[in-house]
C-alpha cells in the first residue's frame, strides 16, 4: 500500500505506523476516531455536577437530570461512549446505579462505562450484568492493586479502567490522590499508570485534580507523559471549558479521548459541534452518518 | 421464564425466531436488548435442543478465545451450532463470536479449538511503537464486497464500535466482507452464504450497528 500522510495535518502523520521487518512491510494510517465521551456524575439517580472535586460530597451540588433520559440527548449527539459516575458510593446508591445502568443500556446502544464505589470482583459482575461494558476503578484499586488483576483475568482487559486522581506537587511531579481527590497516597502518577496497565488495565482515565472544575483546560503534560508511557488507551479528564481544550489535549496531550461533564449538561456545546470542530482541525473523529 | 414462553409455543410459530446463545458472554444482554428493539423474536439458548425450529443463531462474544470455546463445549453448543449451520441456518457471529469460527487462537496459553468454519489464524495486534493494543474505539469498516446484504443502507467507511486484541486473519480473502485499517488491514466483517461474522459489535455502534442487525434480521 502506498504512503498517503495528508502534507496538511501533522497530526495525521503522528498517527501513521510504520510495520515490523516483515515482508509485507507497508504504512497504514491509524483512523481510530477520537473519542468524545459525556461524564454523568450520579447521586442518588439524579445527575449531578459539583464545582470542584470533593465539592459533591458536601453538598454543593447543581441538579442536571434525569441520567437515563441525558444519556439518550448525548445517544442522539452521537456521543462515542457515556461514563456513568457514582458519587455516592453507597450500598444503597449502588442498586439504585444498577438500575440507571439497565435503564441506559436498554435505549442506547453504545458502550458504556460506570465507576464510583466499585470495590470487588462482585460489584464489577453486578454492573458488567446490568449492562456495562466496563468498569471504572479509582481508590479500591490503589488499596488493592490485586482487584485490577482478578478484574482483569475474569472479565478481560478491555473491561477493566483504571482511573487516576493526579495533582501537580511539584514542578515535574503528579501524586495520585483516593477518596474523590481528597487523600494523598504518596505514589507517582505515571509510576501508578504504568503499574496499572501491568496489571491488567485496558483503559486510563487521567482526571485532573488542578483542572477539574475550572473550564481551563486539561493538564495537557501529564496526559502526554501517561499516554506516552502506557500502551492503553488514555482518556482526557476534567478541565474542559472550550473547544480548543480538548483539541489541545488530543493534539499535545496525545490523549485518544475525552471526558466532560459540565460543558456538556449545561448545554454550552453539544457532542457533535465539539466533533465537528475537532475534525476542522484534523483530528479523526466519527460523525453521525446519515443511516436510516 | 421468557424461554419457558417461548418454548411452550407450538413449533409453528417458531418461524423467524433468533437463537441467542447464552454462554456467559459478557455482551449477551445488549445483544438480546438490541434484537428485541428492532423487533425480532429472540430465544435464549444454553443447550443443544433449543436451537431446533430457529432459523438464524446469533452467537455473541467479549473476551477469551478458550473461555468461549471451553464454555460452548461444556454446553454441547459449539457441535450442535456447527451442525445447525451446515444445515443451513442463518449465523452472525459477533466479535470472539467472530473469531471463534476458526481454527485456532494466538491468545496466550490458547490450547481450546475453535469451530473450523474457516481456514486461518487468530492472532494478536503486532507490537508498535503508539499502537494501542487493545483497540478501543470507532474505526472505519471499508466494505470490500459491495453485494454484502450486512451493510445495505450503511455507507462504506462508516464507524463501528471495536474491543478487541486478536482478529482472524482468513486463509481465503473471499470471504472477506469488511476491512479495517489499526497497524495493519485487518478482516473486520466475514461472509460465506449464510454465514455473516463481524469483529466490531454491532450493538454498540449506535445507528450503523443498528442497521447492521436489522439487516440481518430481515435477511431471516
Same mark, same amino acid.
Given at each position: ?9 501533522? !497530526?495525521?502523520? *503522528? ?39 470533593? /465539592? ?13 433520559? +441525558? ?18 458510593? *453507597? ?17 442506547? !446502544? ?14 464489577? *459482575? ?7 461494558? $466496563? ?11 490485586? +482487584? ?5 483475568? /475474569? ?11 493526579? /495533582? $501537580? ?5 503528579? &501524586? ?17 499508570? $504504568? ?55 488530543? &493534539?499535545?496531550? $496525545? ?17 457533535? &459541534?465539539? /466533533? ?17 | ?81 456447527? =451442525? ?18 476458526? =481454527? ?74 469488511? =476491512? ?37 434480521? =430481515?435477511?431471516?
Amino acid at each position: 500500500m502506498d504512503l498517503q500522510i495528508p502534507s496538511h495535518s501533522q !497530526f495525521a502523520e *503522528s498517527l501513521v505506523f510504520e510495520l515490523g521487518m516483515m515482508d509485507t512491510m507497508r504504512y497504514v494510517p491509524c483512523m481510530l476516531a477520537r473519542r468524545v465521551i459525556p461524564c454523568l456524575d450520579v447521586h442518588d439517580g439524579q445527575v449531578t455536577r459539583g464545582v470542584q472535586f470533593g /465539592k459533591a460530597e458536601a453538598g454543593e451540588l447543581r441538579n442536571v437530570g434525569d441520567p437515563v433520559e +441525558l444519556a439518550m440527548r448525548y445517544n442522539d449527539q452521537g456521543a462515542d461512549e457515556m461514563v456513568f459516575f457514582d458519587i455516592t458510593a *453507597s450500598a444503597h446508591a449502588r442498586a439504585s446505579m444498577a438500575d440507571v445502568i439497565q435503564r441506559a443500556a436498554d435505549c442506547c !446502544f453504545m458502550p458504556l462505562t460506570v465507576g464510583g464505589g466499585i470495590r470487588s470482583v462482585e460489584d464489577m *459482575s453486578i454492573m458488567l450484568k446490568a449492562g456495562a461494558d $466496563k468498569v471504572s476503578i479509582n481508590s479500591a484499586a490503589i488499596a488493592h492493586p490485586d +482487584l485490577i488483576l482478578q478484574g482483569a483475568r /475474569k472479565f478481560g482487559s478491555q473491561c477493566i479502567v483504571v482511573s487516576i486522581d493526579a /495533582k $501537580k506537587t511539584g514542578s515535574d511531579q503528579w &501524586e495520585v490522590f483516593s477518596h474523590g481527590g481528597r487523600k494523598a497516597t504518596g505514589m507517582d502518577a505515571m509510576q501508578w499508570a $504504568k503499574r496499572a496497565v501491568e496489571l491488567g488495565a485496558g483503559e486510563i482515565v487521567l482526571n485532573s485534580i488542578d483542572a477539574d472544575g475550572t473550564k481551563a483546560g486539561y493538564d495537557l503534560e501529564i496526559t502526554r507523559r501517561i499516554s506516552e508511557a502506557t500502551s492503553v488507551p488514555v482518556v482526557a479528564s476534567g478541565g474542559a471549558g472550550n473547544l480548543d481544550h480538548m483539541a489541545q489535549v488530543l &493534539e499535545e496531550g $496525545k490523549a485518544d479521548a475525552v471526558l466532560a461533564a459540565s460543558i456538556f449538561h449545561f448545554g454550552e456545546y453539544t457532542v457533535e &459541534e465539539v /466533533k465537528q470542530h475537532l475534525q476542522s482541525r484534523g483530528i479523526p473523529v466519527r460523525l453521525n452518518a446519515e443511516i436510516a | 421464564m421468557v424461554f419457558d414462553f417461548l418454548w411452550s409455543r407450538s413449533e409453528p410459530n417458531f418461524c423467524g425466531v433468533i437463537a441467542l446463545i447464552d454462554y456467559g458472554a459478557g455482551n449477551l444482554r445488549s445483544v438480546h436488548k438490541a434484537l428485541l428493539h428492532l423487533g425480532a423474536e429472540v430465544r435464549l439458548v444454553t443447550q443443544p435442543d433449543q436451537l431446533e425450529g430457529c432459523p438464524a443463531i446469533v452467537l455473541p462474544g467479549v473476551g477469551a478465545f478458550d473461555d468461549c470455546s471451553t464454555a460452548l463445549n461444556n454446553q454441547s453448543l459449539m457441535e450442535a451450532t456447527r =451442525e445447525r449451520i451446515r444445515q443451513g441456518a442463518w449465523f452472525l457471529g459477533i466479535c470472539v463470536g467472530y473469531q471463534i469460527l476458526f =481454527e485456532r487462537s494466538e491468545e496466550f496459553e490458547s490450547t481450546s479449538p475453535g469451530f473450523g468454519l474457516f481456514e486461518g489464524p487468530v492472532v494478536r495486534f503486532p507490537n508498535q511503537p503508539g499502537l494501542k493494543v487493545p483497540q478501543i474505539g470507532w474505526n472505519q469498516v471499508r466494505q470490500v464486497r459491495s453485494n454484502c446484504p450486512l451493510f445495505h443502507g450503511i455507507p462504506d467507511q462508516s464507524h463501528f464500535y471495536f474491543v478487541h486484541s486478536y482478529h482472524p486473519q482468513p486463509v481465503d480473502s473471499a470471504i472477506i466482507a469488511g =476491512e479495517t485499517d489499526y497497524g495493519h488491514t485487518f478482516a473486520s466483517a466475514v461472509w460465506q452464504d449464510r454465514v455473516f461474522a463481524t469483529q466490531f459489535h454491532p450493538e454498540k455502534s449506535q445507528r450503523a450497528g443498528l442497521r447492521l442487525l436489522k439487516n440481518f434480521v =430481515e435477511l431471516v
